[in-house]
Every structure is written in structure tokens, then in C-alpha cells.
């Protein structure tokens, strides 16, 4: 089956499988699995996340499932730390290794002295000296003492990579910082990898997050190669659609593709949220030149979607929600103000203020 559709119609797909154009009744875990991850290598970031996409978020909630090790920090995704489920980040790390091992390949500026080093018994020491819990310095100061003749530095990097760490709470703990503690994941939650999920399995997951999309959108958002014979495999089964230009995109026969008059709420993401990196052409979220939305880089600053497209981008300034924003009309921007508002509330700043710092045409570059 084919059908062309609009970039906005493409939008409202995707807003609508990331719960972002109405609110959602279901919990973090299942919100989590849903999406398959949320970035989160801000701590922060997927509180925001989940506050923009649940009818009701209790922060605490999130904190105590991660106690529990329903839910788990790794680096199983394009070798982020992502938020994810136990039971998914079983496979997906696993699925994740050659991601992994490429990036051990091109850190030798980090770390030369690997070269030519056998690294399975050190993994294997290192393993088990992670059974419990341990900070990245005592990791590095425990396998200086272990393996006196090789760069520790390196051995970390090493274990970065080769292990499947989790970052421990209290670290990523709403209202808590604390620095990195790493465990291994089968230790944490007290059962054994799995096989990889099948690439077949991924894109079925992704499309049901991210869809309609190509390969090159697979692949952009797991860092994985290889998905085109896989989407060729499974055409028979999918909804074939076009874009604008002609390009052919799958989906899944009964995912949502809602009218695209369907409105866009205001919507504030975090700084990282996979909605924005997940797709190999990014004017699905991005119909205009927004680089004067980040007056001094992109670091820090979270997004403002408005009608489905980023508009704005927001930073906390003391106590004061600060907003940059496009040209927008007076009745956007109160809505945009009502937004920040409560985002401000929801991160405890005790005046609920916003301040609006307009990008006019002449701004933009």
C-alpha cells in the first residue's frame, strides 16, 4: 500500500507515536519502553521528557523505579547513556557492541596504549571487581594496582566499552547529583545478557517510536549500519509511503498517521530528546534556520516545539524560565509563556518567572 504524505502529515506521525500531541495516562516504565529509551546523558533531561508527554508525572516515581533496576542509565544506544528498561537494555546493549567497538577503535587519541593488549582477562577482572558498585576513579585506581604495566586511563575506556556499565542511583535520582558509580548491568539487576535484538526487532520498535522512516533514519538513530536489506525483508509486511520529494518511506500497517490539521500543542523537551536526533533528515522537526535560537552554542538549551516544529529553545537562568523564540504571534507566545510556567513550577523555581527574548527576521542566519 503507498500514499504520499506531507512533512506536516510526517510530523503528526511522529508527534503522535512520542505521546507529544496529547497527554498520556501510562507510567514512566511504560512510556520508557514505549519510546524505546530516552536520552539521558543530563540526568535532567528525562524528567522534562516525561513531564511534557504524561497527563501526570511523579519524578519520584521515575526515582524509585530506577532503584529498583526496573529502570537502568546505560550506554546502549549510538554509546549514549540512555534511559531504558531492564528487560530492553538486555538486548540492546548486546545489540549495540559494534557501535561500541567502533568507537574503543577511533578513541586511540584517548587511549594508544591499547594497541596490541589482550583484554579478556582484564574484562574479566574487571567484571567481577564490578559486582559491586564502584566510581570511575576507583575503577582506574583499582586496575592501575591490578595490571601495573598497562594504561589504566585506557583500561577504562576499555571497560566503558566492552561491559554493559549501568550508572547507579543515586546518580540520575530526581532533586540528586551525585557522581558517576558504575555496576555492571547482569550484577545490577541480577540476570544474565541476552542475544542481540534482532535488526528486525529494532526496526519494528524504532518504526512504532519514530515511523514513517527510511534506513538511513534506522541508522541514524541506533549508529547501526545495515538496515536496507532488512527494510527490503520486511516490505511485505509494512506500509509503504512517499514523501513530498518521492522518497519512499515504511511504517507499520496500523501505527497512527493523524490528520495532519491535527494541532501541535507547545511542547518543552529537553536538551537532548531522541524526537530531534532520531531521523537522518531532520526538517520534520526543523522547517526553519533556527541557529539564532542558540545565541552561544547548543549546549544547555532544551526545545520549544510549537505546531509540531521547533520555534524556541529555553534555558533555566537562576530562577527565570529563559525563552528564545522565532517570530511568533502575541496568542503563541501566551501560550508559550503558560508552558514555561508550569515547566517552572515542575522544576521547583520558586517564582515561576519567564523572560522572552524575540529572534526577528534580520537575526536569523
Request: proline content about 8%; glycine content about 8%.
Amino acid at each position: 500500500m503507498t500514499g504520499v504524505l506531507s512533512a506536516r502529515a510526517l510530523n503528526r506521525a511522529t508527534l503522535a507515536r512520542q505521546l507529544l500531541l496529547e497527554p498520556s495516562p501510562l507510567d514512566p516504565l511504560q512510556v520508557v519502553e514505549k519510546l524505546v529509551g530516552l536520552q539521558a546523558q543530563v540526568p535532567g533531561n528525562p524528567y522534562v521528557a516525561l513531564w511534557s508527554r504524561l497527563s501526570t508525572f511523579d519524578p519520584e516515581e521515575l526515582g524509585r523505579q530506577l532503584a529498583a533496576g526496573d529502570l537502568v542509565r546505560s550506554a546502549a544506544i549510538r554509546g549514549t547513556i540512555h534511559l531504558l528498561t531492564a528487560d530492553d537494555c538486555l538486548t540492546l546493549w548486546p545489540a549495540s557492541q559494534p557501535v561500541l567497538e567502533r568507537e574503543l577503535r577511533t578513541h586511540r587519541d584517548h587511549a594508544p596504549n591499547l594497541d596490541g593488549v589482550e583484554l579478556d582477562g582484564v574484562m574479566a577482572w574487571a567484571r567481577s571487581f564490578l559486582d559491586q558498585p564502584r566510581t570511575l576513579p576507583e575503577l582506574k585506581k583499582a586496575l592501575q594496582a591490578e595490571f601495573p604495566a598497562l594504561d589504566a586511563g585506557a583500561l577504562v575506556l576499555a571497560c566503558r566499552n566492552r561491559l554493559a556499565l549501568v550508572q547507579v542511583p543515586p546518580r540520575g535520582m530526581w532533586g540528586r547529583s551525585h557522581r558517576v558509580t558504575v555496576s555492571t548491568l547482569e550484577a545490577w539487576i541480577g540476570r544474565p545478557l541476552g542475544p542481540p535484538m534482532p535488526m528486525k526487532d529494532l526496526v519494528l520498535r524504532y518504526l512504532a517510536a519514530f515511523g514513517p522512516a527510511t534506513a538511513a533514519d534506522v541508522s541514524t538513530w541506533s549508529r547501526l549500519p545495515g538496515f536496507g536489506p532488512v527494510l527490503e525483508d520486511l516490505k511485505a509486511q509494512l506500509h509503504v509511503v512517499h514523501d513530498e520529494s518521492g522518497r519512499a518511506l515504511v511504517d507499520l500497517p496500523d501505527a497512527p498517521r493523524p490528520d495532519p490539521h491535527t494541532p501541535g500543542p507547545v511542547r518543552f523537551l529537553p536538551e537532548y530528546d531522541n524526537v530531534l536526533l532520531s531521523h537522518a533528515d531532520r526538517t520534520r522537526f526543523f522547517d526553519a534556520d533556527v541557529s539564532a535560537l542558540y545565541p552561544r552554542g547548543r549546549l544547555g538549551r532544551g526545545h520549544v516545539l510549537v505546531d509540531g516544529t521547533v520555534q524556541a529553545t529555553w534555558i533555566v537562568d537562576g530562577d527565570v524560565i529563559a525563552v528564545r523564540h522565532l517570530d511568533l504571534p502575541d496568542e503563541v507566545l501566551s501560550e508559550v509563556a503558560g508552558g514555561a510556567e508550569h515547566l517552572a513550577s515542575f522544576l521547583g523555581l520558586a517564582d515561576r518567572a519567564v523572560r522572552f527574548e524575540g529572534v526577528g527576521a534580520g537575526d536569523r542566519r
